[in-house]
Structures are given as structure tokens and as C-alpha cells.
């Protein structure tokens, strides 16, 4: 078969790592031949492909980024999208199936074209952990694991200054960064948007470690929104896809500590540092695992489907399963977490 891969929405460690297993396992079990689509959806509805023999997927699993570049095209925006036009270009390219590999609005363009009838299948991908259907998603373990290694070092510099110290990461809608890293790093609060905390709450935590001669670590994901306020707070703009642009909520945070306990406090916004370079030994292994795994069900057509993590193993699920909602940090992870707050 002839199989061609994209990669779409933001980028995230691994997606090489889902490329390389893909090629190797289609090539030495199946004599598979592999093209990548360029930026994503783009290069489908434009037809701008790159072959992708095993000699350039050599090596791939270390490195960060995606050697196929990405966008946040939607495949059935403009006057080459959808699944008619898609279908011409599969044709042109003698190509028998697309692996998409993405988020939740990747994966939903990738239901609309199944559902329309195209050989579509899915490998889920985010930093934010968000998506229903599979445990984990790669990416999310090497972001965990860059912030908690930046707030050991705001910690450590927090203390000669006996300094309160914010760390804003990642996670538009959930707070799975925040709260891995937060209980990993040892952080006395932990703000994230499925929890509207009170501002008094938060200044209260930081003063009772502040008493105690610490200095306060506080880590709050993008999308938190403290309690009393509205979602406009931490919204700067819209971005290109009309997303809001979030931005400032980290600063937002310090500023208010500083005010309600007089504590010295600084913010650093972690932002596309937790996206970038070489993925975590876990984040390899499983997006190797989905590379593979998503060849496999390409040869057992099971077009409309995606690759999922179950405990330890690899499933296939529908793509309707994993778009349902988001996956939120349930209650019981924030109240076991909360435990550890404050003093
Ligand atoms: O979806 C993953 C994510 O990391 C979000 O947490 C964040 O809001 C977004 O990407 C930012 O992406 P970009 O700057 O590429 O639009």
C-alpha cells in the first residue's frame, strides 16, 4: 500500500517518533511505501507531498519538532478542501490511506473526511494530555518533564531571594501540565481551569509557606481563570484560526500575590519551551508504539478509526470516542493534589 502521513495543529515531541515507527513497521512487515503531506491538511488539499523512503526516517525518534511541518489548516476550508477534491489528489498520488496525527480539531476534520468515505485513520497528539480515548498522549511526558525541571530552578533561586515564584505552562482548557509538573516540582498551589480558586485562596497558600521560611512556588496553567472573573481576563485577541489568544494570567497571578501578602513574587511563562526539542524515553516509546500500531489497522481497513492508549497497551477506538469532550483533571486528582498546598 501507499501511505501517506501529516501532521497538524501545534507540534508536540514524538510526531517524528510516530513518522519513523510508521515507516519502519509499513516497510518491513507490509513493503509499504510512505509519503508525508507537507504543513498538514495543506499539503492534502494541495497535493504537495515529500517521499519518504526508510533512509530519511532514520535516527527520528530522538528529535523534537516535525520533519513534515505543520499548520492549522482545516481540510475543508478553500477551493481545494474536502472530500471530493481530496480524493482527486489521493488518486493523482496513487495514495491508499492517510494517517492523521493530531489533536482534536485535526482529528475532527479527519472523522468529517472518513465519514464522507476517504481511507482516513488517526493517532491522537497533544501536550495537554486532553483527549478522551487514550490514557496518555506523547508529548505530554517531555512537557511535564521540562517544567518540572525549570521550577527546581525557580525554586532554587526563589529561595536566595525568599521570593514568591509563579511558573505559567501550558493547557488551554485543562490543567493535566499543570498538575503533573506542579506535584512533581513540589509547588505549594496548583491553578488550573477546571478549579476557580479565589485569588484570597491562593494569596493564603503562599503566606502560610512564606511563614514557615519557604519560598512559594505556585504554578498556573494558561487557561485558569480565578474565581469572581469572566474569561476575558487572560484573553489577548484572537489568533488566526479564531481561537482567543490567551496570554498574561501568569502575570495576572503574581501581581495579585504581591498585592494581597506584600510577598516579593515574579512570574516566568514557560510557553513553546515545553513543546520543543527531544522528546522523553516514554513520549519515544509510545509514539513509536502508535506509529506502528496505526500501520496495522491501515492494513486491517479500519478507516474512521484511531490509535489509543488503554493501560499499557495499544487499542484502536472510533474517532467519535475521543471527541467527545475533553478530558478534564477529575475532582478526586485536584483534591488529592490540594492535600499538598499551602502548609
Ligand atoms: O494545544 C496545545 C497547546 O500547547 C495549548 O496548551 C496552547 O494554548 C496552544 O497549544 C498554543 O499553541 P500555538 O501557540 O501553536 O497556537
Redesign the pocket.
Known amino acids: 500500500m501507499k501511505i501517506g502521513l501529516l501532521t497538524s495543529?501545534?507540534?508536540?515531541p514524538g510526531l517524528n517518533a510516530v513518522i519513523r515507527g510508521a515507516v519502519l513497521n509499513g516497510v518491513k512487515t507490509y513493503d509499504d511505501e510512505f509519503v508525508g503531506f507537507r504543513d498538514g491538511w495543506r499539503g492534502v488539499v494541495e497535493g504537495d507531498v515529500m517521499d519518504l523512503p526508510r533512509t530519511k526516517v532514520r535516527g527520528l525518534a530522538r528529535t523534537g519538532g516535525t520533519i513534515l511541518g505543520t499548520s492549522?489548516t482545516n481540510p475543508f476550508d478553500g477551493p481545494h478542501g474536502g472530500p471530493e477534491n481530496i480524493s482527486i489528489v489521493l488518486e493523482r498520488h496513487h495514495i491508499d490511506a492517510i494517517v492523521a496525527i493530531g489533536?482534536e480539531g485535526t482529528l475532527a476534520g479527519a472523522k468529517r473526511l472518513a465519514d464522507a468515505g476517504l481511507p482516513v485513520v488517526g493517532v491522537p497528539k497533544?501536550?495537554?494530555n486532553d483527549l478522551q480515548a487514550t490514557d496518555y498522549t506523547f508529548g505530554f511526558d517531555t512537557a511535564v518533564s521540562i517544567a518540572t525541571d525549570a521550577m527546581d530552578r525557580l525554586r532554587t533561586t526563589g529561595e536566595s531571594h525568599h521570593r514568591c515564584m509563579v511558573a505559567e505552562v501550558?493547557?488551554?482548557h485543562v490543567g493535566w501540565?499543570a498538575l503533573h509538573s506542579g506535584m512533581s516540582a513540589g509547588a505549594h498551589a496548583v491553578l488550573i481551569p477546571e478549579q476557580r480558586v479565589p485569588m484570597s485562596q491562593v494569596a493564603e497558600w503562599v503566606k502560610e509557606v512564606h511563614d514557615r521560611g519557604r519560598a512559594p512556588l505556585v504554578v498556573v496553567a494558561?487557561?485558569f481563570i480565578p474565581e469572581g472573573f469572566d474569561e476575558v481576563l487572560h484573553e489577548k485577541g484572537t489568533?488566526k484560526d479564531g481561537?482567543p489568544r490567551?496570554g498574561g494570567i501568569g502575570e495576572y497571578v503574581t501581581e495579585e500575590i504581591e498585592r494581597l501578602t506584600g510577598i516579593e513574587t515574579r512570574n516566568t511563562t514557560l510557553g513553546?519551551i515545553?513543546?520543543g526539542g527531544a522528546p522523553t524515553g516514554f513520549d519515544r516509546v509510545l509514539a513509536t508504539r502508535f506509529g506502528m500500531a496505526v500501520v496495522d489497522m491501515i492494513h486491517d481497513k479500519e478507516w474512521g478509526r484511531m490509535v489509543a492508549l488503554k493501560g499499557t497497551d495499544v487499542v484502536r477506538v472510533d474517532f467519535s470516542e475521543a471527541l467527545n469532550n475533553l478530558k478534564q483533571v477529575p475532582q478526586h486528582r485536584w483534591d488529592e493534589a490540594k492535600v499538598l498546598f499551602g502548609r
Open positions: 495543529g501545534g507540534d508536540c492549522r489533536g497533544t501536550i495537554d501550558m493547557g488551554r501540565i494558561e487557561g489568533e481561537r490567551l513553546h515545553q513543546r
